[in-house]
Every structure is written in C-alpha cells, then in structure tokens.
C-alpha cells in the first residue's frame, strides 16, 4: 500500500486537533509494525450506503450579534473557518428560521396584519438586519453552500391561541391555504435578495408545545397540509424547493410518549409518508431530539428518501468535554442510520449561550467581547473531527469488529476512506485497523476523537 497516504488527527481535552505521526502499514518492510502480531478490531468492508450531503449549523439572531461584537479581522477568520471550502469546518448545508426561532432577540413572524390571507403585507425586512447578512457572507466564502428553512411559529393571528408560544394552527381551509402562502412567498422574496432556500421543513419540532415560538402538529395534520395545500402551491408557483417531513423531534421522557405513541415514526412518517399523494411531495425526513428513536425504522422503511439529522442536542452552556463525548455518539449513531447530513445548532454565541427566554445552550464557538475573539469549544472539535474530510458527495462506507459501534467512515469523491472514531473509555485503548489493503496499528488516548484519513 505505498501509494497510500495516511493522516491522523486526534483531539483529548488537554490537547485538540493534534496531528500524529502516522503508523507504518504491516505490509511494509518495518518489522516491527505492532499491527501484524493482532487481529484487526475494525476493518472497512465493501459495502455502500448514504451518499453524505454534508454538516452545518443554524444562522440565528443571537449568534450573528455576538459575531458582531468581534473585530472585523477576527469575524473573517472565524467565517473561513466555518464556511470556506477550505476552512476548519467547510460547511455545505446550513438552516436558518422562517420568523422568530427560539434564539432570535425577539419573536416575530414575516406577516402580522391579521386576516391578510392573501399575504400581501408578508415581509423579510426584518431578516435583512440580523439573517441576510449573516447568510450572505457564508455564501461569498462558499457559494455552493445549501440551505434549508423551517417555521418555530405560524404568525400569531393564524393560531390558536393567539399567541407565538404554544398552540396550534387554525384548521380552517382558508388560513391553511394562506400558510401554504406564506411558504411561497419566503422562498420568493429570499430569492429577490439572490438566496435560494433548497428545503423547508414544515414545522420545528412538531410535538414541542413550548413557551418560546412553537405550533404542534399531528400526522394527520402534516399529511393533509403537505398534500392539499403546500405541495400544490409549491408546484402552482413553479417553486423548485423541496418539502421535508421535518423537524420531528418526540417528547422526553421516551417512555411517556409510548405510553401514547407506538413511535414518532409510526405517527409522523408512517402517517405522512403512507399517503401517496402526500408522499409524492416529500423529498425527505428530518428528525432532531427524541426523533434519533424513530431514524433507524423511518430510514428502513423508505430507504429511497433523504434524511437529516436538523438540529444536535444542546447541553446547557457548560460546553464540557463531557457532553461532547455524548454528542459524538449521537453523529455516529445518525450516520449510522441512514442521514445524509448532520446539522449542529449554534454556531456562535455568547459567554453561557443565554437564549431570550431564559435557557443556557452549549455552541462551537464562545463569542467573549471582552477578548476579542472566538473561544473554540469542546463541540467545534467534534464537528472537525467529522467535516473537515468527509466531503459532500462521499459515501458512507461499512465497518465490522468491536470498534464499530464508535466509528464511522465515509469513501470520498478522490476514492480516499475518511474514518471518524472514538475512544470513549477511561483508558488508553490499541486500534487495530484494516484498511482492505493493509493494517495499522494506532494507540489511543484516553476519552478521545480521531479522524484517519487514507488517502487513494
């Protein structure tokens, strides 16, 4: 395997994204390679899956006014390092809120004029403030980057109650077609700014009845909204957006929502996605929270649609190394079932990521005005770990042996395998891997993430 070129990043609490010296193969002529006296523990096979899409985060209001309080050289920086194609991260698929999400300064919808069922004072003036800009220098950096949109809350007035937190949508035929409406008309007027929204989801977290902006729905009710309304409009207006069945999320704790659901499966996309006529708009699933119990089956049943991981579990503004060892398992327990990209929430905040409502959330990045440049937390290095060489259009790849259940790998377009893995115990563990053409034998540390690339 001579022609093979191998890279080996590794991050530990103490020391992060840290090149290492790269382990000779055993069918070189070292013969002291550690990797021909042990059987692999993990070995990349043959098989084929998801085509990967790629990894990003949310544009939101809060995190692009702490990159404001930046200087301007250190917001470029950081930007690169998000966006740029050849940047830390290299983002390529990235959301951003239809109306107020629950980390916007306040809440708000893009048209407030009650009964205006036509839509004709719908606006985004407000999203030209804080979002445009926002989204506009991640595009200059990378112009392939794709996004996708979703609602926290319909307008106030087509809800009941009246009011942006909690509640339903009016089911009234006139208000429904005026929210498919409203769809329409965002993608639209994004379009006159020169953005393209590739997606919409429906609705964020469709079981989330909360106090920030939020509207609960039933299957049932996306099913009927999907196929008699927003699906029609969308093809009546020419629009090339595709509809996701997103963001399903499912209550905690998981066993209360059994006591009433089979699974959020069985009552979202089972319902949605059994009705061909609704099932004719759907381009694909995004499931977030609760919804990582519901991929595995949804993914199974309709292995021809697209799945996203929407929005990644959000700790409490602590960002410890301890948690982001549980996010890493949720990457690869996503990867694992079938999504094609994988989406963290904040990507920038402030000192506790304190949202406009009171609860603190981990981000990648720590926005201190008082130092005048981004704090790198423990999570920015996860996402690394998984980004920085899996491109868009690589193919995530089969792994066996007993340190599959930490890893994933993905073949890329140049025909080099990009391995992600982690040690999650509290002691140094011996990998042994099998290329397919040669075996290596790696030492890692202690509570640790690694990225392996071998190159074609």
Same mark, same amino acid.
């Given at each position: /395997?001579?022609?093979?070129?191998l890279r080996w990043f590794a991050?530990?609490e103490?020391?992060?994204?840290v090149e290492?010296?790269a382990?000779?193969p055993?069918?070189s002529d070292k013969?002291d390679?550690? &990797?021909?006296a042990?059987k692999p523990n993990?070995?990349i096979?043959?098989?084929?899956h998801?085509?990967?899409e790629?990894f990003?985060?949310c !544009?939101?209001?809060?995190?692009y006014?702490?990159?404001?309080? %930046?200087?301007?050289?250190e917001r470029?920086?950081?930007?690169?390092?998000? !966006?740029? $194609?050849?940047?830390e991260q290299?983002?390529?698929?990235?959301? %951003?809120?239809?109306g107020?999400?629950?980390y916007?300064?306040?809440?708000?919808?893009?048209?407030?004029t009650?009964?205006?069922?036509?839509?004709e004072?719908?606006?985004?003036?407000r999203d030209r403030?804080?979002?445009i800009?926002y989204?506009?220098?991640?595009l200059?950096?990378n112009?392939? *980057?794709?996004?996708?949109?979703s609602?926290w809350?319909p307008?106030t007035?087509?809800?009941?109650?009246?009011?942006?937190?909690?509640?339903?949508?009016?089911w009234e $035929?006139e208000?429904?077609a &005026?929210?498919? %409406?409203y769809?329409?008309?965002?993608?639209?007027?994004?379009?006159e700014e020169? #953005?393209?929204?590739?997606?919409?989801?429906v609705?964020?977290? =469709?079981v989330?009845?909360q106090k920030?902006p939020?509207c609960?729905?039933?299957?049932e009710q996306?099913r009927?909204?999907?196929r008699d309304?927003?699906? $029609?409009?969308?093809?009546?207006h020419?629009?090339?957006?595709?509809?996701?069945?997103g963001? #399903?999320?499912?209550?905690?704790p998981?066993d209360?929502w059994l006591?009433?659901?089979?699974s959020d499966?069985?009552?979202f996309?089972g =319902?949605v996605?059994g009705?061909p006529?609704a @099932?004719k @708009?759907v381009k694909?699933?995004g @499931?977030?929270w609760?919804?990582?119990h519901? #991929?595995?089956?949804?993914?199974?049943?309709y292995?021809?649609?697209? @799945?996203?991981?929407?929005?990644?579990e959000?700790?409490?503004?602590?960002n410890?190394?301890f948690y982001a060892?549980y996010v !890493?398992?949720l990457y690869?327990h996503y990867?694992t079932?079938?999504?094609?990209a994988y989406?963290?929430w904040n /990507? &920038?905040?402030a000192?506790k990521g304190r949202?406009?409502?009171?609860?603190e959330q981990?981000? /990648?990045l720590?926005?201190?005005p008082g130092?005048n440049a981004?704090? #790198?937390?423990?999570?920015?290095y996860?996402m690394?770990?998984?980004?920085?060489f899996?491109?868009?259009?690589s193919?995530?790849?089969?792994l066996k042996?007993?340190?599959?259940?930490h890893?994933v790998?993905?073949?890329?377009p140049?025909?080099?395998?990009? *391995?992600?893995l982690?040690n999650?115990?509290k002691?140094k563990r011996m990998l042994h891997?099998d290329s397919g053409?040669a075996e290596y034998?790696f030492?890692?540390?202690p509570?640790? !993430?690694?990225t392996?690339?071998l190159?074609?």
């Amino acid at each position: /395997m001579t022609n093979t070129q191998l890279r080996w990043f590794a991050s530990t609490e103490q020391a992060a994204w840290v090149e290492q010296e790269a382990p000779e193969p055993s069918g070189s002529d070292k013969s002291d390679s550690p &990797a021909k006296a042990n059987k692999p523990n993990l070995s990349i096979t043959a098989d084929q899956h998801q085509i990967l899409e790629g990894f990003g985060g949310c !544009f939101n209001e809060l995190g692009y006014e702490a990159l404001l309080t %930046l200087p301007e050289e250190e917001r470029a920086r950081v930007m690169h390092a998000l !966006f740029h $194609p050849e940047g830390e991260q290299r983002f390529s698929i990235c959301r %951003l809120p239809i109306g107020a999400s629950d980390y916007a300064l306040e809440w708000y919808s893009h048209n407030e004029t009650d009964g205006d069922y036509a839509m004709e004072h719908f606006s985004i003036e407000r999203d030209r403030k804080y979002l445009i800009p926002y989204i506009r220098e991640a595009l200059a950096l990378n112009p392939e *980057l794709k996004l996708f949109a979703s609602p926290w809350s319909p307008p106030t007035w087509m809800k009941f109650p009246k009011a942006y937190n909690y509640g339903t949508l009016r089911w009234e $035929p006139e208000n429904l077609a &005026a929210y498919a %409406l409203y769809f329409v008309k965002f993608v639209q007027a994004y379009k006159e700014e020169e #953005i393209t929204i590739h997606q919409v989801h429906v609705q964020n977290e =469709v079981v989330a009845d909360q106090k920030f902006p939020s509207c609960v729905w039933t299957g049932e009710q996306l099913r009927e909204f999907i196929r008699d309304y927003l699906g $029609p409009a969308f093809a009546d207006h020419g629009l090339d957006t595709e509809i996701w069945l997103g963001t #399903i999320n499912a209550p905690e704790p998981w066993d209360e929502w059994l006591k009433h659901k089979s699974s959020d499966h069985d009552a979202f996309a089972g =319902v949605v996605l059994g009705d061909p006529e609704a @099932y004719k @708009y759907v381009k694909g699933v995004g @499931y977030q929270w609760a919804g990582k119990h519901a #991929i595995q089956r949804t993914a199974l049943s309709y292995p021809e649609l697209r @799945y996203m991981q929407t929005e990644n579990e959000c700790g409490d503004g602590e960002n410890t190394w301890f948690y982001a060892k549980y996010v !890493f398992g949720l990457y690869q327990h996503y990867f694992t079932n079938g999504v094609n990209a994988y989406i963290y929430w904040n /990507m &920038a905040l402030a000192p506790k990521g304190r949202s406009t409502w009171g609860w603190e959330q981990n981000s /990648m990045l720590t926005i201190d005005p008082g130092q005048n440049a981004a704090i #790198i937390n423990p999570e920015y290095y996860v996402m690394q770990h998984f980004s920085r060489f899996a491109a868009p259009g690589s193919v995530r790849v089969g792994l066996k042996g007993p340190w599959s259940g930490h890893s994933v790998a993905f073949r890329t377009p140049d025909g080099g395998v990009t *391995l992600v893995l982690a040690n999650p115990y509290k002691e140094k563990r011996m990998l042994h891997l099998d290329s397919g053409s040669a075996e290596y034998a790696f030492e890692l540390e202690p509570e640790s !993430f690694h990225t392996i690339v071998l190159g074609p």
